[in-house]
C-alpha cells in the first residue's frame, strides 16, 4: 500500500468529522432557533447539498484538472461553518453557515478519491479504498463525540472548537500539496502509457442502479443517525443516545476494513447483498428491543450497513472508468447526499404520523436495497472487467 493513502485517510477522517458532529447539535438548534422536524431536516438537506449532491460537480472538474488544493481548503471550511452556528442569530443565517461547512467536505472526497484510486494496486482496489474510505467513517463515528465534549462546555456558546481538527490538518496539506501533485502527475502519465481502463466503456445503465441502491443505504444511515438523539430519549428512556450513534458509525469503520477485501475476494455485487440481509435482519430489533442488546444490534447494524461505502466507491469507477472524478463525485456525494432528501421526507412523516411510525419505514428500507443489490452486475474482480 502507498503510504500517503494512510494521509488521505487521516484527511477524511478530520473532513467528515462534521457530518458526525451536525446530527448532535440538532437538539441543541432546535432549542435554540425553535425548530420542527421537518425544519431540523432541511438543516440536513442544506449541509447535504452542498457537502455531497454538489460533489460530482467537483469530479467533473477534478477530471478536466489536478485540484490537489481543494484537500486543505475543504478542511479548513469543513470546521469553520460549523463554527460559525454559534454567532448567528436567524435561521437563514444558520442554512448559510451550514451550507459553508458542507462545500468545505464537498471539496475534499472528488479529489481525495481521486488520488488513492490512482496510487492503488488493481487487485487491491477495495483495500485501498477500503483504507481511504476508513478514516471518513472513523471520523464521522467520531463526530459524535467531538460534538458532545465540546457542547458540554456551554452548548453553542463553545461550539467553535469543532474547527481545531480542520485547522491544524489544513496546515499539514499544504505542505503535503507538492507531493499530491507529483504522485497524480506520475501516476496518470502511467496509467495512460498502459492504457489501464481507458478501453473500457461507461455502463451508465447499471451505475443508475448503483447510485439507487446507495441512495437507500443513506436513506437508512441517515434516517437512523439523525433521529437515534430524538427517538430513544423519548420512546425507549435512554436520556443520552449519543454513544449510540458514535457505536454505529465507529461499527461502520469496522465493516469498511472488512468490506474492501471482501469485495477484492467475492465481487462487489455479493457484498452488497450480504449488507442488506443482514440490515433486514437487526435494524428492527435495535429500535424496539431493551436492555444490553440495544448497543451490540447498534454495531451489528452500523458494520453491516456502512461496510459497502468503500465497494460501492470503486464499484462507481469501474463501471464509469473514463470519469473516475465524476465516478467518486456520484458515489462519495450525489448518491450519499440523497440521504438528507431522505431525512426531509421521514421527517415530514415523523411530523404528521410520529417518529415510531418514521422508524418502522426506516427498518423496512433493505428490502429495497435487497432488490437493487440482485439487478446490479457482477465484478469478481476489481482489476477484470464488469460482468
Not at 497524480?184 to 502519465?189: E, F, T, V, Y
Not at 429500535?287 to 451489528?300: Q, T
Request: glycine share 14%; hydrophobic share 50%.
Amino acid at each position: 500500500m502507498n503510504p500517503y493513502l494512510w494521509f488521505l485517510s487521516i484527511g477524511h477522517l478530520i473532513v467528515d468529522l462534521s457530518q458526525g458532529v451536525l446530527p448532535i447539535m440538532s437538539p441543541f438548534l432546535a432549542k435554540s432557533f425553535h425548530l420542527s422536524y421537518f425544519q431540523i431536516g432541511i438543516v440536513a438537506l442544506a449541509f447535504t447539498f452542498s457537502s455531497a449532491i454538489i460533489q460530482p460537480i467537483f469530479g467533473v472538474l477534478s477530471d478536466r484538472c489536478s485540484m490537489p488544493w481543494l484537500m486543505p481548503l475543504g478542511l479548513l471550511l469543513s470546521g469553520l461553518g460549523l463554527a460559525l452556528t454559534g454567532t448567528v442569530k436567524t435561521y437563514g443565517l444558520l442554512l448559510l453557515v451550514v451550507l459553508l461547512s458542507g462545500i468545505g467536505v464537498a471539496g475534499y472526497h472528488p479529489e481525495g478519491s481521486k488520488i488513492a484510486h490512482f496510487i492503488s494496486e488493481d487487485s487491491k482496489a477495495g483495500s485501498s479504498m477500503a483504507i481511504f474510505s476508513v478514516g471518513g467513517n472513523i471520523g464521522y463515528g467520531l463526530g459524535p463525540m467531538l460534538a458532545a465534549f465540546v457542547l458540554g462546555f456551554s452548548g453553542l456558546g463553545s461550539i467553535q472548537g469543532v474547527m481545531i481538527p480542520g485547522a491544524l490538518a489544513a496546515l499539514v496539506f499544504v505542505f503535503l500539496l507538492p507531493k499530491f501533485n507529483k504522485l497524480l502527475a506520475k501516476n496518470l502519465h502511467v496509467r495512460k502509457n498502459n492504457g489501464d481502463q481507458m478501453d473500457h466503456e461507461n455502463q451508465v445503465g447499471s451505475l443508475i442502479i448503483l447510485i439507487l441502491y446507495v441512495t437507500i443505504r443513506s436513506w437508512i444511515q441517515s434516517g437512523l443517525v439523525y433521529f437515534i438523539p430524538f427517538y430513544f430519549p423519548n420512546f425507549k428512556g435512554i436520556e443520552k443516545p449519543d454513544y449510540l450513534v458514535s457505536t454505529f458509525l465507529i461499527a461502520g469503520a469496522v465493516g469498511t476494513i472488512v468490506g474492501g477485501p471482501f469485495a477484492d475476494r467475492f465481487g462487489g455485487r455479493k457484498g452488497l447483498l450480504v449488507s442488506m440481509v443482514l440490515c433486514l435482519a437487526t435494524v428492527y430489533p435495535f429500535l424496539h428491543l431493551n436492555g444490553i442488546g440495544i448497543p451490540i444490534l447498534a454495531f451489528i447494524v452500523g458494520a453491516a450497513l456502512i461496510s459497502t461505502f468503500s465497494t460501492t466507491v470503486v464499484f462507481g469507477q469501474r463501471l464509469l472508468p473514463r470519469n473516475i472524478g465524476l465516478a467518486s463525485g456520484l458515489m462519495l456525494g450525489f448518491a450519499v447526499g440523497m440521504g438528507s432528501i431522505g431525512v426531509t421526507l421521514l421527517g415530514a412523516i415523523a411530523d404528521r404520523f410520529g417518529l415510531p411510525f418514521t422508524m418502522n419505514i426506516i427498518s423496512l428500507l433493505p428490502v429495497l436495497g435487497l432488490g437493487l443489490a440482485f439487478i446490479l452486475p457482477d465484478v469478481r474482480a476489481w482489476g477484470g472487467a464488469v460482468k
